[in-house]
Nanobody, 119 residues
């Protein structure tokens, strides 16, 4: 059974930092691209950052220079370090694991963790 378990969310003041973790089980973690997506109330889910199985990161323009995605294949865990947080970063953050096969795409999601940026 595949599980992605996010942790590290919470309430933080503007300018503060949080580190999200996504612990994976039931998959060959090192073969998957890991992503962090977020969904704010009334808005569509959007990709925040992703990192390939080879460690190449990609970021949404809105978080470049503030967020850093990383992974530890020995621990089957992905991270999202979020610095200089802004109120517009408030959302539920979801971890995603994806792997392209020849004729299929494997795609798994975590349950989400709330991040609230407010003074």
């Amino acid at each position: 059974q595949v599980q992605l378990v996010e942790s590290g969310g919470g309430l933080v003041q503007p300018g503060g930092s949080l580190r999200l973790s996504c612990a994976a089980s039931g998959i060959s973690f090192s073969l998957y691209t890991m992503g962090w997506n977020r969904q704010a109330p009334g808005k569509q889910r959007e990709l925040v950052a992703s990192i390939t199985n080879e460690g190449s990161p990609n970021y949404a323009d809105s978080v470049k220079g503030r967020f850093t995605i990383s992974r530890d294949n020995a621990l089957d865990t992905a991270y999202l370090q979020m610095n200089n947080l802004k109120p517009e970063d408030t959302a539920v953050y979801y971890c995603n694991a994806a792997r392209k096969l020849v004729l299929d795409v494997l795609n798994y999601w975590g349950q989400g963790t709330q991040v609230t940026v407010s003074s």
